[in-house]
């Protein structure tokens, strides 16, 4: 990744909603946006409006979720800024709504399907997971989705689809971001049939029970957890069911540094770090470093899937 300044976010424990909407990145994005002429986020726009939710035998349980101020103001979204605090102050300039997500490739039945048709398809789950970035931090994030499979399974592959591509929005006009990097757009990420198929990977509407934040990828994203976090496109337009393997955004910019699997893997160092151990946004200054485990903890439910595969040439 791009090197950045440090955002200053402090340590939170978990925060209540009335506090964790934070009043002084609304202030910064309403003055922002007076000086540039657009609508400014109302504070209705924060309105409660909590996602109907199931229990989901695949969710982490005894643990402690990273706080919403952490998960919201602690983000890689690099069509936001390439810092850490950008994407909570830009994007609210995100339009979610109307969106489409446009399914194609060998599929049996493409389609463009709008985001509420989506959210509908199948119950949606709160799933606690980890998440590991390349970075070498991590939190734990209470997201809400259901299984990218369910939606596989809709769409009827066709046998030569071998990888899914996902591809995230990429408009100028509502992300600043797109104008000042080196990064060929649109954001561009894969997983392999088996990978895209595995019940953990998540297509992803919601965390801590309401809709995402537009600067955690709004209004639709994938999660892999077991995988570092830039295999989880955010506020994807396009899913695309493909034969070979397809081009990655941050394998583009450094092959040697980020390879197609990306799987968490402590004994693969990063060309210029060690991924041994990983802060954790948010935890005690006696806690902040906690050793990484193989697949990022998922290492019974997916190790199979690369049974036979050098991890540390296949990284
Ligand atoms: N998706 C898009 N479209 N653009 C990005 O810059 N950053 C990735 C991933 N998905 C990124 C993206 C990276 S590097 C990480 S670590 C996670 O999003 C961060 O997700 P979070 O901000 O919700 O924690």
Redesign the pocket.
Known sequence: ?LKRKSSGVQPTEITPRSVYLNRRAFMTGAAAAAIAGVLAPSEEAYADNRLTTVKSPLSLTGVQPTSLQD?TH??????FGTNKDD?AREAYRLKTRPWTVSIEGKVQKPQKIDIDSLMKLRPLEERIYR?R???AWS?V?PWVGYSFSELIKEVQPLPEAKFVQFI?LDDPNQMPGLRFSPISWP?S?GLRMDEAMHPLTLLTFGLYGEPLPN???APV?IVVPWK???K????IVKIKFVEKQPHT??NDQGPNEYGFYSNVNPNKDHPRWSQKTERVIGASIFKQRQPTLMFNGYEDQVANLYTGMDLKKYY
Do not use: L
């Open positions: 990744m998960i602690y983000n890689n979204f690099y069509e994407p998440f970035c390349v970075e939190m994030i995230s954001y990420e600067q955690d990828g994203r570092y976090g830039f989880s496109a955010k506020s955004t941050w």
